[in-house]
């Protein structure tokens, strides 16, 4: 699997006109489900999702993770980060996981997300959404489980 983060001032998700998920201060994880993914990539991902420390402590180091700083989670399912972008000018999806188990896995990720973080919101799968963000610093991060 692999996420795109973003640590972000706020962020939504509209879908049809309508807030589908949102959170205030905290990560946007962009997330990609790849060949070859399954269960144990899931628990990876939330676990680097809710310790990774992209949060400044008191002295502006980023040492603190989402739940130090009670932070919002929002999981936007994004296949187009599986791109194989090496060759050509046409980006290539050989390498996403077929629609059937990415939307499984991406269930997965955001079932148990939820049950671990309460403030998570998220997406939804294949639809056709507007992402909106307040990137803040900006810190970005790709993570590949």
Known sequence: MRALIQRVSEA?????????????????????????????AVERLLHKLLHYRVFADSNGKMNLDLQQVK???LLVSQFTLAADTTKGLRPSFSSAAEPALARDLFEQLVERACTAWPQTACGVFAADMKVQLINDGPVTFLLDV
């Open 71 to 73: 932070g919002g989670l």
């Open 12 to 40: 939504r998700v509209v879908v049809d006109g309508a807030v589908v998920g949102e959170i205030g201060h905290g990560l946007l994880a962009l997330v990609a489900v790849q060949k070859g993914d399954d269960e144990p």
